[in-house]
């Protein structure tokens, strides 16, 4: 998966906007707290979302050549690097939309298919 083919792919959940984010593009849910889906840093290309401790663990064990745990303590909390490269898009798809529901309101979560 390229940078641009992700971005387009985080903006296509229900919502999403971009906003910069130091030197990342972050993808945010567009409410007034705007949390945030995944951020994206084009010179690596990788990308972070931010899952439940259980999902993260799920998916490292499932793919660990795509995903790992970002190395501080938004790791410990959730916070997942995808190596862009090596992902398909099915499964970049399926952990934005993970990240996507923690981020969302309840309002919002009859929006994501």
């Known amino acids: 998966m390229t940078v641009d083919e992700f971005r387009a792919l985080a903006l296509s959940l229900p919502q999403a906007i971009e906003k910069p984010h130091f030197e990342r593009a972050s993808f945010r849910v567009d409410t007034p ?8 840093l084009e010179a690596d290309a990788s990308a972070n979302v931010f899952l439940s401790v259980e999902e993260q663990e799920m998916l490292i064990a ?9 190395p501080n ?13 090596p992902v398909d898009e099915p499964t970049a798809l399926s952990a934005l939309k993970m990240s996507w529901r923690h981020a969302a309101p309840a309002k919002l979560q009859d929006l994501l298919e």
């Open 62 to 70: 499932a793919e660990p050549a795509i995903f790992s745990k970002v």
């Open 73 to 85: 303590k938004w790791g410990d909390k959730g916070a997942t690097t995808i190596k862009l490269e």
């Open 33 to 40: 707290r705007g949390k945030t889906i995944a951020s994206l």
